[in-house]
């Protein structure tokens, strides 16, 4: 005979076996040894050996094991952890709101400046303005290299000018090499009216 106590009883579940993660077999294979060196299995020069590295090289991985193993085990807060793209989304959502309530101010001030008859100050945009002082504009600036450049390249043209001038002078002109070259008579382009 069962009673109620019994029935609603529920069976123990199995434990799942404890499971590592071997996503690095050379990182898993020290691992082995090293357990195996903490265990009294290995000698630390016969584990050395078996990794294929020096002793203080073993005792460093050794070190690098035992406080990864402490830090494993610190307590954990409790409760659900703020990830960095949570921490991101959160203070977007914070600009975002700041500048809309910066916006409301904004909007404030000018509706009190219009209702008192106060002029708004002007307003920078990034934009340079179109006159210093009233009625002069704002004088361009111009870099002093490109300036001087322009300067010697007008300087330097004139004188350009001269040397093609003066060895085109001294060529025999083309219509008297063409008049000679067609025995006498200049010659004329078709379709070229006389």
């Known amino acids: 005979m069962t009673t109620k106590h019994e029935s609603s009883v529920k069976p123990k579940k199995a434990h799942k076996p404890h499971t590592l993660d071997v996503a690095a077999p050379e990182a898993s294979r020290m691992a082995v040894v090293v357990l195996e060196v903490l265990a009294g299995m290995r000698s630390p020069q016969n584990a050395a ?32 952890q703020p990830s960095l793209e949570g921490r991101i989304t959160q203070l977007e959502r914070k600009l975002e709101a700041t500048r809309r309530e910066a916006a409301r101010q904004q909007a404030l001030v000018r509706v009190t400046q219009r209702s008192l008859g106060i002029k708004p100050p002007p307003t920078d945009d990034g934009k340079a303005s179109e006159k210093d002082k009233p009625g002069r504009r704002k004088r361009r600036p111009t870099v002093r290299a490109l300036k001087a450049a322009r300067t010697l390249a007008d300087q330097s043209r004139p004188a350009e000018a001269d040397v093609v001038q003066q060895s085109a002078s001294s060529l025999p002109s083309v219509e008297a090499a063409v008049s000679e070259s067609s025995g006498g008579e200049p010659f004329i382009a078709p379709g070229v009216p006389r």
């Open 49 to 80: 050996t078996a990794l294929g590295i020096t002793s203080p090289r073993y005792y460093q991985l050794e070190t690098r094991a035992l406080n990864g193993l402490v830090a494993a085990l610190k307590p954990r807060p409790k409760g659900k």
